[in-house]
């Protein structure tokens, strides 16, 4: 099993960056395809991007050029660097741990994303 920590949401201004990361622990981080997903108030929850273990991306199309997503596996940790950000970029991002063989997968708290001026 694997257990995700995320951090680095909070209130920023449209236009402004913020880096979100997602902190894994208790199994092999390095296997698992990760993934960034957002949910905002009265809507599902939607993909953001996501990284495999060889480090090939994906990304909706509402992040490309603006959001990059990277992961660094010797700290068994996964990033999502948010520039130009909309206030239509606020939710809830959650981090995802998806096993590439296994029908197993594992969801972080969330955090807190606020675009407003």
């Known amino acids: 099993q694997v257990q995700l920590v995320e951090s680095g949401g909070g209130l920023v201004q449209p236009g402004g960056s913020l880096r979100l990361s997602c902190a894994a622990s208790?199994?092999?981080?390095?296997?698992?395809?990760m993934g960034w997903y957002r949910q905002a108030p009265g809507k599902q929850r939607e993909l953001v991007a996501t990284?495999?273990?060889?480090?090939?991306?994906n990304y909706a199309d509402s992040a490309k050029g603006r959001f990059t997503i990277s992961r660094d596996n010797a700290k068994n940790t996964v990033y999502l660097q948010l520039n130009s950000l909309k206030p239509e970029d606020t939710a809830v991002y959650y981090c995802?741990?998806?096993?590439?063989?296994?029908?197993?997968?594992?969801w972080g708290q969330g955090t807190q994303v606020t675009v407003s001026s």
């Open positions: 995802k741990a998806s096993h590439p063989y296994l029908n197993y997968y594992a």
């Open positions: 208790g199994s092999i981080f390095s296997l698992y395809t």
């Open positions: 990284v495999t273990s060889g480090g090939s991306t």
